[in-house]
């Protein structure tokens, strides 16, 4: 199974952004997915998870309020949708299964800043 995250980039405080996690090799919507972030030399973080038909969710302290994750089966896909970003916010994002991780993939890097 490959995950590929896009979406990052620079945006300024304040700011929104919308990260996609695209799956292929097998179909996700049957698992519990995740968002995790991950800061320069440290260990990453799981920040947003989502049951398998999308009717339960759980958000970081941190992120709460703020960040959405949802889901397009039919596009095996996972989203996180990013607003009132903060500084503390710029990381590199990566998603997963939260049950037996796939190989990692590279993530996203987003990056707030003025």
């Known amino acids: 199974v490959q995950l590929v995250e896009s979406g990052g980039g620079l945006v300024p405080p304040g700011g929104s952004l919308r990260l996609s996690c695209v799956a292929s090799g097998e179909d996700i919507s049957i698992f519990l997915m995740g968002w995790y972030r991950q800061y320069p030399g440290q260990l990453r973080d799981m920040i947003a998870t989502?049951?398998?038909?999308?009717?339960?969710?759980w958000y970081h302290p941190s992120v709460e309020g703020r960040f959405t994750i949802s889901k397009d089966d039919a596009k095996n896909t996972v989203y996180l949708q990013m607003s009132n970003l903060t500084l503390q916010d710029s990381a590199v994002y990566f998603c997963?299964?939260?049950?037996?991780?796939?190989?990692w993939g590279q993530g996203t890097l987003v990056y707030v800043s003025s």
């Open positions: 997963n299964r939260l049950h037996a991780p796939y190989t």
């Open positions: 989502t049951t398998n038909d999308g009717h339960r969710k």
